[in-house]
C-alpha cells in the first residue's frame, strides 16, 4: 500500500492510518509542540489545545524516525523507507535539505551533537531486507552542500547483527557509546576506545523466567544502563566498561513483557510500560520506591521525555498518545484511529456529523472525524468489561446502521460462540438535549442464528411512520422492525416510543444475507444465496427475483437519481450484475472479482473495488453505462477490505473530467493490514500548504465578520454603481506586488542573501508607468511617438485610453470620446507657448 502513494499521483495514504506510530514521539522545549511519525507524514500537535498544527509531507514511504536536531531545536531530522533523511523547519514546515543514501534502506536514526555532524543509522540493503532479519548500524556523513537535494555516500559499519527496533539502540552518556541488545545479547561499543563489549544472558527458561531483551534506554548523566526483558524484568547494568567485572541489579514489577523504557532528564526517575496499561515511575533505580499511573486504556509501547523534563508521553498500541505530568498525574489525551482487532462493523458515516464510524475499543463504537484528524466521542454499545484473556468468548459489537437523518442508530452485539450464538439488537435516539445517544430498545435473540445485514428505511414526505428497520439473518428470514408509541394502562399516549417486529419474510429456506431499500423507499431488495428477491415495502408483497450462478450474492446496491431503474448484485464467483427493474432483465455482466461494492450517496456514481492477482484495483461506472468512467490498477498491494463515501461539506472544484465523481464525496478505504487510505484529487504540495500561505497566493481577505461586512458593503456600492450606469473603476495599486508577497511569507532562514533581493524589491515597490497622470502618460506617448512608427504610437495611446480615466467619468457624466488624430492636436496645442498673449 505504501506504492500506492508513488504510483497514483492522485493517491494519498492518510496520516490518519490505524498503524501506530513506529518513530515515537518527540517533544519541543518548553513543552509546546508534540511531533509524532505517522505513516508517511511528520505530525506537529499543540500540547495545549491537542490540535494538530501542522502536517509535514515529502517521504515516498513509511516514516520510520524523527530526532530534533542538537544543534538547533527548531528543526527535525525524519528518516524513511524510500531511503531518504529528511530536515525540516517544522515551525513553517518547509524541507530545508534532503539527504539520500542512493539504496533502500530500512532505518532508524540518532544525529550526534559532536562536532562531525553525522548521522547515526541503522540500516538493511535490499538483501538483508527481502530475505533476512540481520540489521547494520552503520554512520553516514552528511554532504554539506548549497542545494537542497544531497546524496551521502560515506558510510561506516559501527555495529552488525543488531536489532530491527528503534528501543533496541541506546546512546549513552554524550554519546560516548552506544548499546545495542538482540535477543539476550547486549553489545556495547565505545567511540574513542573503538571498543566492542558483549554480554549475554542465558537462554534456558527457567520458573517462568524469559531473558530475551525487548528494550533498553542510557542514564542521561552516569554510565548505567536500563534492559527490559520479555519476562517483565528490569536490569541495571554498570562497569560495562569491563567484560568480566560488569554487575547488574534488577527491579521487577510487570507481570509480561516490559515494552519500553525511558529516564528522566536528571537521570533520578526511570519509567517503565507494557501490556498492564500502568505507567510505572522508579525513584533513585530501588525496587522498594515506586509510584503507578494505572488505567491508561491499552498497552504501552513507547514512552518518550521532554527535553526540560516537565512533561511525559506514553503512546498505546490503540493508536492513543498520553500527555502525563512530571508529577505522574494525567494532562491530556491525542486519539487517534483507534485499531481495532476486526472492523466487523464496516464503514459507516454518520449523517449529522459526517464522521467515520465503525469498531474502536473492544464493545465501542468510535465516532472518527476526517476533517479534524480526531476521534469526536466513543460509544459503549456492550456496556460490559471487557477481559483482557486470551480463549474467553465475550460479546462484540458486529453491526451498525444509521438512519438517514442520524436521529436513529441500530447496533448489534453477538457472542463469539460459533454455534449458538448469543445475540442483542439495540435501537439508540440522539438527544439534542444531552448531545449523545441514549438506549431505547433492547431486543434479545432478534434472530435464531448470526444477523448478517441490517438497513433503514426513511422516507421523509410519509413522516414519522415510514422508519422502519430490516435485519437479515443466518436463520433464513429477514424481520421488519417498526416503531410503535407506549401507551399507559389509562390508554393515554406516551411520548416515549418503542421498537417491535412487524413482519417476517422468507425464500425457499434460503439463508438471507443482505439487504438494501431503493432510493424512494419503496422496494426492498433482499438476497437469499444464489437468489436477489424485490419486495414491495408497503405491503410486503414479493415483486420479482434475480439470479446470476454460480456463486451466492456478495453485496447488493440499487442505483440513484438518473439510475434508480438498476439494481447492481456481485456474486462470490467474481461477477458484477446489474439488472434492470422496469424490464426484469439482466442489463449487463462483467467478470472482475468485486469485493467492495459502494455507491455514492450523492450521485449516480457507484465504486467497485476488485482483488485480482493479489492487487486491489478500482472501478466506478454509472449502471446505465456498462464501460467504467474510473479504473484504477494496482490501487495496492493489500486487499481492501471495507470502503466508504464520505460527503464533502463544498462540492471541490475539479478541472479533471476523470476526477468528477469525486466532486460530491470523498471515497475512503480500509485495508486487510487496518490501514485507512483515500484518493485526493489535489497534489501533495497544494494539500500541505498552509492556510496562511493559500490565502496569500489567492490574494482573498481573511474570513472574519469585519471582513465580510466589507466585502458585502463593496458588493453593493459596486452592484449601485452598475445600476446608475458609471463604470466600475479598479485600483490597481490596492494590488501588492507577487515579489512582496513571497517575501512575507518565506522564512528568513530560506531566502538568498538580502544583496540579492535588495534590486527585486526595489523594482517591485516602483510605481509602473501605466499608474502615472495622464498628462505624463501622453507626454511619454509624444516623445516615443516621434522615434517610433505610427502603429506603435497607437497601441501605446490604446493602452492609455483603457486604464485612464477622466474625472467627470467619475461623476456619472458621460464625455465625448476624441478621435486619434483630435488628441494628436490637442496635445499640440497644449504644448505651444502661449505667453505673448500676455503682452496685449
Given at each position: 500500500s505504501r506504492g500506492f502513494a508513488r504510483r497514483c499521483s492522485r493517491g494519498l495514504r492518510l496520516p490518519r492510518s490505524a498503524r501506530a506510530p513506529s518513530a515515537g514521539v518527540t517533544a519541543f522545549p518548553p513543552c509546546r509542540y508534540l511531533l509524532c511519525a505517522s505513516g508517511d507524514f511528520v505530525k506537529v500537535y499543540s500540547v495545549n489545545t491537542e490540535e494538530t498544527l501542522r502536517l509535514m509531507g515529502g517521504h515516498a514511504d513509511l516514516v520510520t524516525g524523527i530526532q530534533l536536531n542538537p544543534h538547533n531545536h527548531m528543526q527535525l531530522y525524519s528518516s524513511s523507507l524510500d531511503g531518504t533523511i529528511k530536515l525540516w523547519d517544522f515551525m513553517d514546515g518547509i524541507p530545508i535539505k534532503v539527504s539520500s543514501l542512493g539504496f533502500y534502506l530500512h532505518l532508524h536514526f540518532y544525529p550526534l551533537s559532536g562536532p562531525h555532524s553525522s548521522v547515526l543509522l541503522l540500516v538493511s540493503d535490499r538483501f538483508f531486507f527481502l530475505w533476512s532479519d540481520t540489521f547494520q548500524l552503520v554512520s553516514v556523513k552528511l554532504t554539506k552542500g548549497a542545494g537542497q537535494d544531497l546524496e551521502s555516500k560515506e558510510l561506516s559499519v559501527v555495529l552488525d547483527g543488531v536489532g530491527a527496533s528503534v528501543k533496541h539502540i541506546a546512546f549513552g552518556r554524550e554519546?560516548?557509546?552506544?548499546?545495542?541488545?538482540?535477543?539476550?545479547?547486549?553489545?556495547?561499543?565505545?567511540?574513542?576506545?573503538?571498543?566492542?563489549?558483549?554480554?549475554?544472558?542465558?537462554?534456558?527458561?527457567?520458573?517462568?523466567?524469559?531473558?530475551?531483551?525487548?528494550?533498553?534506554?542510557?542514564?542521561?548523566?552516569?554510565?548505567?544502563?536500563?534492559?527490559?526483558?520479555?519476562?517483565?524484568?528490569?536490569?541495571?547494568?554498570?562497569?560495562?566498561?569491563?567484560?568480566?567485572?560488569?554487575?547488574?541489579?534488577?527491579?521487577?514489577?510487570?507481570?509480561?513483557?516490559?515494552?519500553?523504557?525511558?529516564?528522566?532528564?536528571?537521570?533520578?526517575?526511570?519509567?517503565?510500560?507494557?501490556?498492564?496499561?500502568?505507567?510505572?515511575?522508579?525513584?533513585?533505580?530501588?525496587?522498594?520506591?515506586?509510584?503507578?499511573?494505572?488505567?491508561?486504556?491499552?498497552?504501552?509501547?513507547?514512552?518518550?521525555?521532554?527535553?526540560?523534563?516537565?512533561?511525559?508521553?506514553?503512546?498505546?498500541?490503540?493508536?492513543?498518545?498520553?500527555?502525563?505530568?512530571?508529577?505522574?498525574?494525567?494532562?491530556?489525551?491525542?486519539?487517534?484511529?483507534?485499531?481495532?482487532?476486526?472492523?466487523?462493523?464496516?464503514?459507516?458515516?454518520?449523517?449529522?456529523?459526517?464522521?467515520?464510524?465503525?469498531?474502536?475499543?473492544?464493545?465501542?463504537?468510535?465516532?472518527?472525524?476526517?476533517?479534524?484528524?480526531?476521534?469526536?466521542?466513543?460509544?459503549?454499545?456492550?456496556?460490559?468489561?471487557?477481559?483482557?484473556?486470551?480463549?474467553?468468548?465475550?460479546?462484540?459489537?458486529?453491526?451498525?446502521?444509521?438512519?438517514?437523518?442520524?436521529?436513529?442508530?441500530?447496533?448489534?452485539?453477538?457472542?463469539?460462540?460459533?454455534?449458538?450464538?448469543?445475540?442483542?439488537?439495540?435501537?439508540?435516539?440522539?438527544?439534542?438535549?444531552?448531545?449523545?445517544?441514549?438506549?431505547?430498545?433492547?431486543?434479545?435473540?432478534?434472530?435464531?442464528?448470526?444477523?448478517?445485514?441490517?438497513?433503514?428505511?426513511?422516507?421523509?414526505?410519509?413522516g414519522d411512520d415510514s422508519l422502519i428497520l430490516v435485519t437479515t439473518g443466518r436463520d433464513c428470514v429477514f424481520k421488519v422492525w417498526v416503531m410503535v408509541e407506549d401507551t399507559d394502562p389509562e390508554g393515554k399516549t406516551h411520548e416515549s416510543v418503542s421498537w417491535s417486529c412487524d413482519f417476517v419474510g422468507s425464500y425457499h429456506n434460503y439463508q438471507a444475507t443482505n439487504c438494501c431499500f431503493s432510493e424512494d423507499g419503496s422496494l426492498l431488495a433482499v438476497s437469499f444465496e444464489e437468489t436477489v428477491t424485490v419486495w414491495d415495502s408497503l405491503t410486503w408483497d414479493l415483486k420479482c427475483t434475480f439470479c446470476h450462478p454460480p456463486g451466492n450474492i456478495r453485496n447488493i446496491c440499487f442505483g440513484r437519481l438518473t439510475c434508480s431503474k438498476y439494481l447492481i448484485g456481485a456474486t462470490d464467483y467474481g461477477f458484477l450484475c446489474c439488472w434492470n427493474l422496469l424490464t426484469c432483465a439482466l442489463e449487463w455482466s462483467a467478470h472482475l472479482n468485486i469485493v467492495v461494492l459502494q455507491p455514492d450517496p450523492l450521485s449516480e456514481h457507484i465504486a467497485a473495488v476488485s482483488w485480482l492477482s493479489k492487487e486491489s484495483s478500482l472501478f466506478v461506472f454509472k449502471p446505465n453505462e456498462p464501460r467504467p468512467l474510473y479504473i484504477q490498477r494496482n490501487l495496492c498491494k493489500e486487499k481492501i477490505l471495507l470502503a466508504a463515501f464520505v460527503p464533502r461539506d463544498e462540492p471541490e472544484t475539479i478541472s479533471s473530467e476523470k476526477y468528477l465523481w469525486l466532486r460530491k464525496s470523498q471515497l475512503f478505504f480500509l485495508t486487510d493490514t487496518q490501514e485507512l487510505m483515500t484518493l485526493s484529487t489535489k497534489s501533495l504540495e497544494e494539500r500541505l500548504t498552509p492556510s496562511s500561505k493559500q490565502l496569500a497566493v489567492e490574494e482573498s481577505l481573511p474570513v472574519t465578520p469585519f471582513s465580510l461586512l466589507l466585502g458585502k458593503h463593496r458588493h453593493q456600492q459596486a452592484q449601485e454603481d452598475t445600476d446608475l450606469g458609471k463604470p466600475v473603476v479598479h485600483n490597481k495599486q490596492e494590488q501588492a506586488s507577487p515579489a512582496v508577497k513571497e517575501l512575507l511569507h518565506t522564512p528568513a532562514h530560506v531566502l538568498p542573501s538580502a544583496s540579492f533581493l535588495c534590486t527585486i524589491f526595489i523594482n517591485s515597490l516602483l510605481i509602473s508607468k501605466e499608474n502615472k497622470s495622464a498628462e505624463e502618460v501622453a507626454d511619454e506617448v509624444e516623445m516615443e511617438s516621434e522615434k517610433a512608427d505610427g502603429d506603435s504610437d497607437e497601441e501605446d495611446v490604446t493602452v492609455m485610453e483603457q486604464e485612464d480615466t477622466s474625472p467627470m467619468e467619475l461623476l456619472g457624466e458621460m464625455t465625448c470620446k476624441l478621435s486619434k488624430s483630435q488628441e494628436k492636436e490637442l496635445r499640440k496645442i497644449r504644448k505651444m507657448d502661449y505667453s505673448w498673449i500676455a503682452a496685449f
Open positions: 554519546g560516548a557509546y552506544v548499546v545495542s541488545v538482540k535477543d539476550v545479547t547486549l553489545q556495547v561499543y565505545f567511540f574513542k576506545r573503538k571498543l566492542l563489549n558483549r554480554f549475554s544472558l542465558s537462554t534456558v527458561k527457567t520458573k517462568g523466567g524469559d531473558n530475551r531483551f525487548s528494550c533498553v534506554v542510557c542514564h542521561p548523566t552516569e554510565d548505567c544502563i536500563a534492559t527490559g526483558h520479555a519476562d517483565g524484568k528490569i536490569r541495571l547494568w554498570r562497569n560495562f566498561h569491563h567484560r568480566k567485572e560488569y554487575t547488574y541489579s534488577t527491579l521487577h514489577w510487570h507481570h509480561d513483557i516490559v515494552m519500553d523504557l525511558a529516564f528522566s532528564v536528571e537521570g533520578t526517575r526511570l519509567l517503565s510500560g507494557g501490556v498492564e496499561s500502568v505507567l510505572v515511575q522508579w525513584h533513585n533505580e530501588s525496587s522498594c520506591q515506586k509510584d503507578f499511573l494505572p488505567r491508561l486504556g491499552s498497552p504501552i509501547e513507547y514512552i518518550s521525555m521532554s527535553s526540560d523534563g516537565a512533561l511525559c508521553c506514553t503512546l498505546h498500541t490503540d493508536n492513543r498518545i498520553t500527555i502525563i505530568n512530571s508529577n505522574l498525574r494525567f494532562s491530556r489525551s491525542i486519539q487517534g484511529l483507534i485499531k481495532s482487532r476486526d472492523v466487523k462493523t464496516g464503514l459507516v458515516v454518520d449523517p449529522r456529523t459526517k464522521a467515520l464510524v465503525l469498531n474502536g475499543e473492544p464493545g465501542h463504537l468510535q465516532f472518527y472525524s476526517l476533517q479534524s484528524d480526531q476521534q469526536l466521542f466513543s460509544l459503549d454499545i456492550v456496556q460490559r468489561q471487557y477481559i483482557h484473556q486470551a480463549g474467553l468468548k465475550q460479546s462484540d459489537l458486529v453491526k451498525v446502521a444509521f438512519s438517514a437523518q442520524g436521529t436513529w442508530l441500530a447496533t448489534v452485539e453477538e457472542s463469539e460462540e460459533v454455534t449458538d450464538p448469543e445475540l442483542q439488537l439495540k435501537l439508540w435516539f440522539y438527544s439534542e438535549e444531552t448531545q449523545s445517544f441514549t438506549l431505547n430498545t433492547r431486543i434479545n435473540t432478534p434472530h435464531d442464528n448470526h444477523i448478517t445485514d441490517m438497513c433503514f428505511r426513511d422516507m421523509d414526505e410519509l
